[in-house]
């Protein structure tokens, strides 16, 4: 199906971002006005991005409100804290400095410690990419609004791992104790491990509004058909190319049924609390094993409560993740607390900025801003960049229709 065979695509591009950078989406989508504002949305998002962040939002709309159409969001994040690219570089130079002097029949002390101390700089060093992509169609009611959501986002990791032996080996081509060999040279194992994941969603949400105490509030839920492809491939340093996405032996495929459920409160015309719980069947993916080695992916449940003030011309609001988001089980988890506003002039344009940080690592933790052009309140563009520790940079970009 053209569906799933577009999941490869976003897959092929997760794992080329792992190869460029790292990054540390706050969640499981990426939209470009919630990112802008910190990642916040909880409480804050309007009713044709509520599916992503809230859907108990979807009762929140005006009276001129008839559809939204996002067609579509996408985003991408990336950064680079151990320079990777300049560190394989380096590996690959040394190596063929050793090789080149291994010809002659004579290894000098400083080759084979330069060789050592490339692959010791990139031991362990880890970069990670995201990337999502999403499409809604949202219908406002007063007797029960739906929405119609096709999202897909990708996560994937590059990570570099010495074998100690490979170091021993090197220390006594230096010390003299050992003689090199093109043999020895070829049993180096040093390697690098690529992983990757997409969940692809596609579900219809529903909110329905309700009174507690004279309070207006609303319940919403997404059940959904959810997809996880998962990537996995390893290759030593020697044969390493970068090219990890040449055959679908390393992938594997879980579908299941899965859904959100979310809940807001309306305590004043200005002040909305919101509660999510996003992917509530929880659930753990192995991949394919390759060479020995096997990943875990986690489908997480992942809590977020948030608070949001509003006129209009300004709104504010904050985020706080209760459980981490999903990723896999060697990855640093992300959970983070987050902090955004927005001026609205008179629904014509839209300036946004917000800050968000991983309360589990420094890690991801960001500065957003982005902006917004409304014109006649039918065509929305909306844009958002995002700059962070570790050598951080993300962009999302938006198009959508209101009537």
Known sequence: MKFFANQYSLMSLSVLLALSGSANAAGTYM????????????????????????????????????FSLILPSVGAQVSDPNNMQDGLKQVKDARQHYANELGTGRISASTAKEYKSKLLDLNNAKTTGQVSAGII??????????????????????????????????????????????????????HMIGRAATITDVGIAFAKEFEINGVKSSIGITPKYQRVDLYNNNMTLKNYTGKYLSTKNYLSTQSNFNSDIGFASYLTDRWTLGLVAQNIVPRMMESK?????????????????????HNDFFTSAVDIDLTPASGFA???????????????????????????????????????????????????????????TDRTYGAVAQLSFTF
Do not use: C
Not at 45 to 65: C, E, H, I, K, W
Not at 151 to 164: D, F, I, Q, R
Not at 364 to 374: E, F, I, K, Q, Y
């Open 31 to 66: 939209e470009a006005r919630n990112d802008a504002m910190g990642g916040t949305g909880v409480a804050s998002s309007r009713y044709g991005t509520a599916p992503l962040a809230n859907p108990a939002l979807m009762s929140s709309f005006g009276q001129s409100d008839d």
């Open 289 to 309: 094993e390759v060479n020995g080695l096997k990943e875990t992916f986690k489908v997480r449940t992942q809590v977020t409560t948030g608070v949001a003030w």
């Open 137 to 190: 169609a949202a219908v406002p009611s007063r007797v029960m609004p739906f929405a119609l959501v096709i999202k897909s986002w990708g996560t994937a990791t590059l990570e570099g791992k010495v074998n100690g032996r490979d170091l021993k080996y090197l220390d006594g081509v230096a010390n003299g104790s050992i003689n090199p060999t093109d043999a020895g040279e070829n049993a180096l194992t040093s």
């Open 330 to 388: 060697t990855d640093e988890k992300r959970q983070f607390a987050s902090v955004g506003a927005e001026l609205n002039a008179w629904d014509w344009a839209q300036l946004r900025a917000g800050y968000r940080q991983n309360m589990m690592s420094n890690s991801g933790s960001a500065l957003t801003a982005g902006v917004g052009l409304s014109p006649f309140g039918v065509i929305h563009v909306d844009v958002a960049a995002i700059k962070g």
